[in-house]
């Protein structure tokens, strides 16, 4: 999770490998969260489908008053009765223990709520009203990540006030993500497009300030691999709705 090719990167996808795609949509701060997965090689075809009918359940299970708790062991569940066979090993698909699915605010990705993936999450209960996430990951790993690699993902602390800075270059950025991102999540090649150079050390800058938020790519074990399926709702007095579905997923 979390990783964009910053610019100058050379990667290109194989046939063996296996691509999460997550994606945000705003409308006047109004986001809308989504990911799935890409894999050509059918080997990895149980993977997908673990993770996916994982996310499916979680969005059946949510609802008002439904414990966070409740939702996390019922994608548990699902998700780690899947095995998948790769070079004549059989692995359980485990869920990723330390990432979950989220509220959503306006202008604000994180709002506060974090929806498990695993049992023995918080009891706190969904309320009518509220936009979730419901995002799950699959690895055959050890499911549990780690952050590493070069960052590319980046968002100012939405609580962030008024941060007295020394540095010209950092005060000059913080203008250009204001105007242009607010509170949303922006990557190194959204600055790359707006004409901005050598921002690195200002990023830094920001980013030791608490003004913003650095996100590293996240990784299980070398090796390993992970899959992706997430969907944002609406907890509606009369109906719940999918506000991300489409007719392709």
Not at 21 to 46: E, K, L, M
Not at 72 to 91: F, R
Not at 125 to 145: C, D, H, L, N, Q
Not at 216 to 229: H, I, R
């Amino acid at each position: 999770a979390h990783w964009t090719p910053n610019k100058g990167d050379k990667t290109v996808l194989q046939y063996d490998d296996v691509m999460k795609v997550d994606f945000g949509t705003q409308i006047n701060g109004r986001i809308i969260d989504c990911a799935w997965t890409v894999a050509h090689n059918p080997r990895y075809d149980r993977l997908l489908e673990a993770v996916k009918e994982a996310t499916n359940t979680g969005i059946r299970e949510a609802g008002i008053d439904v414990r966070l708790c409740d939702i996390g062991e019922a994608i548990q569940e699902v998700m780690e009765s899947y095995e998948v066979e790769l070079d004549g090993k059989t692995h359980q698909v485990k869920c990723c223990s330390n990432l979950n699915g989220h509220s959503i605010g306006p202008y604000q990705i994180h709002a506060g709520k974090s929806v498990p993936i695993v049992k023995g999450g918080p009891s706190t209960k969904m309320e009518e009203g509220e936009f979730f996430a419901i995002e799950t990951f699959g690895s055959t790993g050890r499911g549990y990540v780690r952050e590493d690699l070069e960052v590319s993902h980046w968002m100012k602390n939405f609580d962030a006030g008024h941060v007295p800075l020394r540095l010209a270059k950092a005060k000059a950025l913080l203008k250009t993500i204001d105007k242009n991102f607010g509170t949303l999540a922006f990557c190194n090649r959204y600055l790359d497009r707006l004409g901005e150079e050598r921002y690195l050390m200002a990023l830094k800058n920001l980013s030791e300030a608490g003004v913003i938020d650095a996100y590293p790519p996240l990784v299980d074990q070398k090796g390993s691999y992970t899959a992706q399926y997430e969907h944002t709702i609406y907890l509606g007095a009369t109906r719940k709705e999918v506000l991300s579905r489409g007719d392709d997923y």
